[in-house]
């Protein structure tokens, strides 16, 4: 059974810090791509960031751009997001998502963040 | 880049069928067929209905079909049932800096 499972959500001040983990099971996940997607409260879809197989290509939305970081450890089969100087527009839902066909075919749960003083 | 352009809500009846766009540009749904759609219920995660275009996912119902016209695309459910009431979302591939875009979101109500 293929799974994906976020953590490292939270509340965090303006300005701070906060990493993301995404842990995959049920199938290679070196073999795909991987991406993260949010959702502030009441809101859309907003796609993030996505990253090849190896880490060697990384891609990122306009709003995160300079601010987050997308990674991966294949031997840990995990997907991270980095993300720095967070603002309150960040405050969001955020899905880890398998990247296949142009299109996510598997989701997490999902993981809350919350950017508050 | 600004998000797909989609109805806010589209309302219909048990049985029958209901389309929903999504209008976007020549350097997005116009350019690439690389449309999804999704399906969201209440406090639950996305979930892929048509990838490509018009390719159903295994265990999507056949009822969901998709198609795309220049800059537009659309999902079309047939036979409507109550367990189809949830948001929709379109997502395209994107030549601009932005990669990937979503699409506003269509509350579908039965």
């Known amino acids: 059974e293929v799974q994906l499972v976020e953590s490292g959500g939270g509340l965090v001040q303006p300005g701070g810090s906060l990493r993301l983990s995404c842990t995959v099971s049920g199938f290679t996940s070196s073999t795909y791509w991987m991406c993260w997607v949010r959702q502030a409260p009441g809101k859309g879809l907003e796609w993030v960031a996505n990253?090849?197989?190896?880490?060697?290509?990384?891609h990122y939305g306009d709003s995160v751009k300079g601010r987050f970081t997308i990674s991966r450890d294949n031997a840990k089969n995990s997907l991270y997001l980095q993300m720095d100087s967070l603002r309150d527009e960040d405050t969001a839902v955020y899905y880890c998502?398998?990247?296949?066909?142009?299109?996510?075919?598997?989701w997490g749960q999902g993981t809350l963040v919350t950017v508050s003083s | 880049q600004s998000a797909l352009t989609q109805p806010a809500s589209v309302s219909g009846s048990p049985g029958q069928s209901m389309t929903v766009s999504c209008t976007g540009t020549?350097?997005?749904?116009?350019?690439?067929?690389?449309v999804s759609w999704y399906q969201q219920h209440p406090g639950k995660g996305p979930k892929l209905m048509i990838y490509?275009?018009?390719k159903r996912p295994s265990g999507v119902s056949s009822r969901f079909s998709g198609s795309k016209s220049g800059n537009t695309a659309s999902l079309t459910i047939s036979g409507l049932q109550a367990e189809d009431e949830a948001d929709y979302y379109c997502f395209s591939f994107t030549s601009t800096s932005s990669h990937y875009v979503f699409g506003t979101g269509t509350k579908v109500t039965v």
């Open positions: 020549s350097s997005d749904i116009g350019l690439y067929d690389r």
């Open positions: 490509e275009v018009s």
């Open positions: 990253i090849n197989q190896d880490g060697s290509e990384k």
């Open positions: 998502a398998r990247d296949n066909h142009w299109s996510a075919d598997q």
